[in-house]
């Protein structure tokens, strides 16, 4: 790209990619920070410089649709498939830096650069179409280009955790209407996968048994909150749910990312998968807001254990009602604990019924 960031596309078929930036761009130059909270025992990132990114332009001034002779944007093709590039608002940064003298910090807070990776992944050319709306063949495409970011993301030294994920809608906070995910490469395990992985090594020494696995064989067998099923994958509502609408989507057989996903897998999840969202879809007269989080094991060097993890789906929503959204207020934002304005049965039992 005319900065300096990298931009791959990945197609169905070879197809030659010749097209030029043409843009004058400065070079790209993100300075971010990591701030541990000795409290919480997790890290916090700084990246100031986010603050002047890109924000809901109109769809004429899209900077995630192709290129136009008229107009040059991000991507410099004038049609793709796939096209996955460097960030260029990134909350992590690239490359190692030095942190700025006038920077202090108590003796119990640790502080490092925002060493990791920010990639956007725009899963198709066309400005008005979803993911729900992307045919089984370009779904398998998107797996397989997550799971190649993955691999190549998580053999860097200093990574250790790669996170694939889709914000969609503007009550999520996109600030981007085109289809569009995003894979960040952080250098530390998220407060998420590490208090999931104690839980799993804790029950895997009291009851010699994979957590992940005895929760989907439970949900799998009263179904009750089953929402679609295939071969491979099933579809649920957590009976733990802590947001309005919240589906987790497991494939049937162990695997602790998405790379390790063989080929009947990521098939049968580009099947069941856009049918899940419809359902998001449907449920309500507009289509609801939701985010889509790849939860995957640790990178390998990251010293957490992987053997028990099981890669899975968490798709959720703040919409609770037609015309209200779940704010998190005091018990969520101040203690953390949720409180749900919904019962995941009937839940379910909803997107069953628009499916």
Same mark, same amino acid.
């Given at each position: ?15 030659? !990619? ?41 769809? &004429? ?36 830096? #030095? ?49 190649? !970011? ?34 960040? +490469? ?44 295939? #071969?491979?994958?099933? /579809? ?23 790379? &390790? ?8 999840? /580009?099947?069941?998968?856009? &049918? ?6 449907? !449920? ?7 985010? +889509? ?29 037609? &015309? ?20 995941? #049965?009937?839940?379910? /039992? ?6």
């Amino acid at each position: 790209m005319a900065d300096g960031r990298t931009i791959r596309y990945y197609d169905a078929a070879p197809v030659a !990619r010749l097209a030029v930036d043409t843009r004058d761009l400065p070079a790209a130059h993100t300075s971010s920070q990591a701030r541990f909270d000795p409290l919480l025992g997790e890290w916090v990132v700084v990246a100031s410089h986010r603050q002047s990114r890109t924000f809901l332009p109109p769809a &004429d001034l899209c900077p995630l649709c192709p290129s136009t002779p008229e107009r040059a944007t991000e991507i410099p093709e004038t049609d793709y498939q796939i096209a996955v590039f460097d960030n260029r608002f990134p909350s992590l940064t690239p490359v190692h830096s #030095e942190l700025p003298e006038s920077v202090q910090a108590a003796p119990q807070t640790l502080l490092r650069d925002g060493f990791g990776k920010c990639e956007v992944v725009c899963f198709t050319s066309a400005h008005d179409s979803s993911f729900a709306q992307l045919e089984p063949d370009r779904v398998r495409l998107v797996v397989d280009v997550w799971a190649e !970011r993955t691999a190549e993301l998580a053999s860097l030294d200093g990574i250790g955790q790669v996170f694939c994920f889709e914000n969609s809608g503007a009550d999520i906070g996109v600030t981007l209407a085109h289809p569009h995910g995003q894979i960040y +490469a952080y250098p530390f395990v998220t407060p998420r996968v590490a208090k999931i992985a104690a839980n799993v090594a804790k029950y895997r020494k009291a009851h010699a048994a994979n957590l992940f696995g005895d929760v989907l064989a439970a949900e799998r067998a009263a179904g009750i909150r089953v929402v679609a099923a295939n #071969e491979e994958w099933t /579809a649920f509502v957590p009976p733990f749910a802590r947001w309005p609408y919240e589906v987790q989507l497991y494939p049937h057989r162990q695997v602790a990312d998405i790379p &390790d996903l063989d080929d009947a897998q990521r098939a049968a999840f /580009a099947r069941l998968y856009p &049918d899940v969202l419809r359902s998001f879809a449907r !449920r309500f007269p507009a289509p609801m807001p939701y985010v +889509a989080a790849w939860n995957q094991a640790p990178t390998p060097n990251s010293g957490v254990p992987r053997q028990d993890w099981w890669l899975h789906l968490q798709l959720f929503s703040i919409r609770r009602a037609a &015309d209200k959204l779940k704010y998190l207020a005091g018990s969520e934002s101040g203690m953390n604990v949720f409180i749900s304005d919904t019962t995941p #049965e009937q839940v379910a /039992a909803e997107l069953r019924e628009v499916r």
